[in-house]
């Protein structure tokens, strides 16, 4: 072989997608667990090994027709989740922002929170305002739901 072709040859391949833009995702066969099938277990009482399918399985709190079901049910009011919801937009917004600035050269730095919103949000809504929260990279829906404006937000990613 000469030289030069050995040179090109690589040692990596590259995959193939498991599925493309467009295409219906495989998420691992079936979903067959259901609101009701995991019991909430008392955290004070509970003993590590009885939480193995926990660990293990899925805990489902909504139902095929999306409604709260089961002991995992967190009784949310409406008015619970549409806050939740401007939060979680509000994030989403501020996101796109800072990620626009940070690939135009505008900010050196910045981890988007895309697909994980939700979690901080509903975290610091269920604490107490009292509550000390420590925010890092993609929990600015913390410091929202605290009520921090996007203004000052952007003014502490940009130094």
């Not at 295409?23 to 009885?50: M, S």
């Not at 979680?88 to 050196?108: E, H, P």
Request: aromatic content about 8%; overall charge negative; proline content about 6%.
């Amino acid at each position: 072989m000469a030289e030069r072709e050995k040179a090109t040859e690589s040692p990596f391949t590259v995959g193939t997608a498991p599925f493309r833009p467009g295409d219906k995702p495989n998420l691992g066969g079936v979903w067959d667990a259901q609101p009701k099938d995991l019991w909430r277990p008392d955290p004070e009482k509970c003993l590590t090994e009885d939480t193995h399918a926990h660990a293990t399985g899925l805990i489902r709190v909504l139902t095929d027709d999306y409604k709260a079901e089961g002991e995992w049910n967190p009784q949310l009011s409406s008015d619970a989740l549409i806050e939740g919801l401007k939060h979680m937009v509000t994030l989403r917004v501020f996101d796109d922002r800072m990620i626009k600035m940070q690939r135009t050269g505008k900010l050196s730095f910045y981890m988007r929170s895309f697909g994980e919103e939700a979690v901080a949000v509903a975290q610091t809504m269920a604490l107490e305002d009292q509550d000390w929260i420590f925010p890092s990279y993609r929990q600015p829906g913390a410091q929202f739901v605290r009520g921090r404006d996007m203004v000052s937000m952007i003014c502490h990613c940009i130094g």
